[in-house]
């Protein structure tokens, strides 16, 4: 008897204030589409990192006739330096950090140079003299690339140490800048749903002040005149969850995979599957603000 009436007020109230439901609802659906975004912009980050990382490298660049470092104040490399280069390259203190190790001449520089730029005057013009041997090396751990910079920066025969993970932190960059400026909207958003739910609530509460004064007097607890009233803000909530989690599915499903991965091959991307685990913290944040901020104007607005 308690559960259907409990469950009447929540249907009575619904429709009672069905304008501001859905307000609440289309709040509650941008804010935590913003939320979502966030996490999965966060994700998509990640994922390049730990794609893109794994893949990049750091290159040792040997002295050339135009290389104008201190180390190559002798000239371009000299085969006992590539050979000392080579040498602490395999000694067990570098060793260890060293998933792989390549070695680029000048004449495969070139080869590489000239595939590169077939259809440019650039890919004609360089000679082989121009370019710089290398060893290109796999770190198994991409952080440790500050070890290889300082013990070769210095050594003769090397001009440079570039770490390739460099060429994609100005990307990320720019990634985590845009997922803060989503968590900021999403908390505003969230902060208005919070107020919303609460407006509909006291005007639910305020349309039925005489009913609620009544239930009291026959003795109804205080959890039953105010659970109608949580459950109105949480019902209307959790469909704004819900939608949103459908347009973050629809958005990775469509245009990530369907648009986006496609038409970059050499980029990795984001999937459905990694919907489903922002979805249940939606779902969560929903309940959480619509029942807290019921609770708190419950308590301000509904004297029972």
Partial sequence: MRLGFILGEIGSGLRRNLAMVISVVLVTLVSLTFVG??????????????????????????????????????????????????????????KQYIKSTAFESQAEALVHVREQFKDSPIGASVTEDQLQASFRIGLINPEKYSIFQERF?????????????????????????????????AGLMVVAAFLLVSTTIRLSAFSRRRETAIMRLVGASKTVVQLPFILEGIIAALVGSVLASVALWAVTKFLVEGVLAPNNPGMVFINVGQVWWVCPILIGISIIVAGFSSWITLRKYLKV
């Fill in 37 to 94: 975004a966030a996490f999965m912009l966060q994700k998509q980050i990640d994922v390049m990192k730990d794609y893109w990382y794994d893949k990049v490298q750091v290159s040792i660049f040997l002295c050339n006739k135009d290389s104008v470092s201190p180390t190559c104040a002798a000239g371009a490399v000299t085969p006992e330096q590539q050979a000392n280069i080579k040498a602490l390259l395999e000694s067990p203190e570098i």
């Fill in 153 to 185: 920066s210095s050594v003769a025969g090397v001009d440079q140490v570039i770490d390739q993970r460099k060429i994609f932190e100005g990307l990320f960059g720019i990634l985590n800048t845009c997922t803060i400026i989503s968590v900021v909207v």
